[in-house]
């Protein structure tokens, strides 16, 4: 099994601000991870598929970057609704598993 | 615009078992993948069941395998997850999912229900 950590638990921010967040695979994914949000009480959203491709209706200002086993989301300027959990997940081999989270708080 | 509706969840005792359903509409239900992925309160997220758009095979993690079984019907847009022997480490927020790909590519889940409570307690 893929296991997936993200970095760091929690980052602490101030709308405006540009925001790092990372993931690292046990073993190459090559580009097939993604990237999903999830606010308390709702399911999680899909933000960016593949590594690099937002998904539809996502807004420019979240990125991604990275291959093989390193990779990095970023939010390049923090709107007030950003602020949430975010996860990553690989797809590249069965079972499909999630990084353990990095909560965005407000500063 | 894409809805996913789950069904069936609740409070069930341990050793047995229970049926979660979605109903999918606002796409082409029978060209796309579709998950299960559970949600213990306050932790991480485990996609426990996925099936592919055909129904021709399907694929559980380790801590499911042998007592979850996922299933689709094409017809009635919907599919299900019959989970037997259920154990107290089952209790979570079980979401369905649709994938982002379509027929044999799959894995990236864009689309998501709202989620049902599955608690398995004495």
């Known amino acids: 099994e893929i296991v997936l950590t993200q970095s760091p638990a929690t980052l602490s921010l101030s709308p405006g601000e540009r925001a790092t967040l990372s993931c690292r695979a046990s073993?190459?994914?090559?580009?097939?991870l993604a990237w999903y949000q999830q606010k308390p009480g709702q399911a999680p959203r899909l933000l960016i598929y593949?590594?690099?491709n937002r998904a539809t209706g996502i807004p420019a200002r979240f990125s991604g970057s990275g291959s093989g086993t390193d990779f990095t989301l970023t939010i390049s300027s923090l709107d007030p609704d950003d602020f949430a959990l975010y996860y990553c997940?690989?797809?590249?081999?069965?079972?499909?598993?999630f990084g353990q989270g990095t909560r965005l708080e407000i500063k | 615009q894409v809805h996913l509706v789950e069904s069936g969840g609740g409070v069930v005792q341990p050793g047995t078992s229970l049926r979660l359903s979605c109903v999918a509409s606002?796409?082409?239900?029978?060209?796309?993948?579709v998950h299960w992925v559970r949600q213990p309160p306050g932790k991480g997220l485990e996609c426990v069941a996925v099936?592919?758009?055909?129904?021709?095979?399907?694929h559980y993690p380790d801590s499911v395998k042998g007592r979850f079984t996922i299933s689709r019907d094409n017809s009635k847009n919907t599919f299900y997850l019959q989970m037997d022997s259920l154990r107290s480490e089952d209790t979570a927020i079980y979401y369905c999912?649709?994938?982002?790909?379509?027929?044999?590519?799959?894995?990236?889940?864009?689309?998501w229900g709202q989620g049902t409570l599955v608690t398995v307690s004495s």
């Open positions: 997940q690989q797809r590249s081999d069965w079972p499909i598993t």
């Open positions: 606002g796409f082409t239900f029978s060209n796309y993948a």
């Open positions: 593949d590594a690099s």
């Open positions: 073993q190459s994914v090559s580009s097939y």
């Open positions: 999912a649709k994938d982002h790909f379509q027929r044999d590519n799959w894995g990236s889940l864009d689309s």
């Open positions: 099936i592919s758009f055909d129904g021709s095979y399907d």
